[in-house]
């Protein structure tokens, strides 16, 4: 944000700028107090900084007990300046200009750490953060998705945003992250679903392999695989339709929706909704859809090596007409020359011309003919195809129905907006227990701010999932109807 805010004047962190920071955070009855004498710097740990056009990072070093500090919305070009406050868990840098990962090192201590909507190109120098849980680094000039690979380092990481980056319009992002990350729990506010991590193990194993060895089976063999499986399911109109791709697709980039995967209850909630039958449902339509494009690719063949074979029989009756004529014609034309002139040349070229006439009625019969057979032969096909495509469409409506997924949707709305409901009630009330409080970020805790807030979020929300479930029956339909 702050990188594309023009024409400010920078600042400079000082004692007066920190001074006033703490007195904010100071409780209203301790305020005058707070202004009467300097707050010892030692009993400080948590700072906010947010919004000061602030371009360094400096005179922080008496604070050396910060475990909280923001930094957000400022013009930061480098990270510096924190080496002494060694027990910082939670630092927010989103929304500056930093450009290089740097200036850690000492913060081993750290668990949350935000990087979102800086210039940073490359993941690095990070190998002291082990404690990391939280990373977010979405929207910075990040291209080259292998750099991932250098999170495996830090085995306590369990969330991570890399939403908005270049890298991430690459095909098979995701499953790239995945695969070289399998611990993540959330990737890109997204819940990484278990199936997706067994489809991997069972690609890559899980006997150790080198980077490199997953790489050559990431890069090869599951890519190869996925073109395999999205080609046949997008010829048999059932793509994003096996295993989770379709649960996985109603929470592709709603973010209010991840946030409130963070709530006491949500993540069981998740893991429980494709058990209800969701998965079930998809797979069975996917696998039927599977059967019936092989059905419907016999169906063609079979037309199209009939089509040829009435073909070869013209072709071959044809040339047999073609070359008797032109062995008898050769004889006629023998006889008119040894007949030189008179009445026998003349008969014997009146005969010649009645061989082309023969030749004609022929090759015309069998014109006559091949076009019956090719006619018959297309409404045949035409009468099984269109058999094949109301049996698809029937059983779409009605062995393997959509409705189903929609009523687990609506299921999954309705005990979801319980739970928010609850929380609601239990935060206005104080009676959230302190530490699950605090374990709700603050995006989150800001959707908490009424009732219609927190109830249009998660209704809109549904509405998108249920539209996304409409229109993948939708497509399933016109495509079978196009075909």
């Not at 989103?94 to 000492?106: A, C, P, R, W």
């Not at 409901?421 to 709700?440: A, C, S």
Request: negative net charge; charged residues 25%; contains cysteine.
């Amino acid at each position: 944000m702050s990188q594309f805010v023009k024409n400010i004047e920078p600042n400079i962190i000082d004692d007066e700028m920190v001074q006033k920071a703490i007195e904010e955070r100071c409780p209203e009855d301790l305020g005058d107090l707070a202004r009467q004498e300097n707050v010892n710097a030692k009993a400080v740990t948590e700072l906010q900084l947010s919004f000061k056009s602030i371009l360094q990072i400096n005179n922080l070093w008496p604070l050396e007990n910060l475990t909280k500090l923001q930094l957000d919305n400022n013009v930061i070009e480098r990270i510096e300046g924190l080496e002494s406050l060694v027990h910082l868990v939670w630092l927010d840098l989103s929304f500056n200009n930093i450009q290089v990962i740097e200036g850690l090192d000492t913060l081993v201590k750290l668990q949350d750490l935000s990087l979102f909507s800086n210039r940073i190109s490359k993941i690095e120098h990070m190998d002291t953060l082990q404690e990391l849980q939280i990373f977010s680094i979405g929207k910075n000039n990040l291209t080259i998705l292998e750099d991932v690979v250098y999170l495996r380092r830090l085995k306590n990481l369990r969330t991570l945003n890399l939403s908005g980056n270049p890298f991430c319009s690459k095909e098979h992002y995701t499953l790239f992250v995945v695969a070289h990350l399998p611990s993540l729990v959330y990737l890109d506010f997204k819940l990484v679903r278990h199936s997706t991590v067994r489809f991997l193990h069972s690609l890559i194993g899980k006997s150790g392999n080198s980077i490199l060895q997953s790489l050559c089976f990431v890069g090869a063999g599951i890519f190869i695989l996925l073109i395999l499986l999205c080609f046949s399911s997008k010829t048999a109109f059932v793509e994003y339709l096996n295993g989770s791709l379709l649960f996985d697709s109603l929470y592709a980039e709603d973010i209010e929706a991840a946030k409130l995967a963070s709530l006491p209850g949500v993540e069981d909630l998740l893991q429980a909704y494709p058990s209800w039958g969701f998965v079930l449902v998809s797979g069975n339509l996917h696998n039927y859809g599977l059967e019936e494009y092989e059905k419907r690719e016999a169906e063609v063949s079979k037309f199209y090596r009939r089509f040829h074979e009435i073909l070869a029989v013209n072709q071959q009756e044809s040339r047999r007409i073609i070359s008797d004529f032109e062995s008898q014609n050769q004889r006629r034309l023998d006889e008119v020359y040894q007949a030189g002139s008179g009445d026998t040349a003349e008969s014997k070229q009146a005969q010649g011309k009645e061989d082309i006439h023969q030749l004609w009625d022929a090759l015309m019969t069998l014109e006559v003919l091949v076009s019956n057979d090719l006619e018959e032969l297309l409404q045949d096909f035409k009468r099984n195809i269109d058999v094949m495509a109301s049996t698809f469409i029937e059983t779409i409506q009605g062995i393997y129905p959509f409705y189903s997924c929609r009523d687990l949707e609506n299921e999954h709305h309705e005990k979801l907006m319980e739970i928010a409901i609850t929380t609601l009630e239990k935060l206005e009330e104080n009676e959230f227990e302190e530490d699950l409080q605090d374990d709700l970020p603050d995006d989150v805790q800001r959707l908490f701010v009424d009732k219609n807030t927190i109830v249009n979020i998660i209704n809109t929300s549904h509405s998108i999932r249920l539209r996304k479930i409409d229109k993948r029956e939708s497509d399933m339909l016109c495509n079978i109807y196009q075909w």
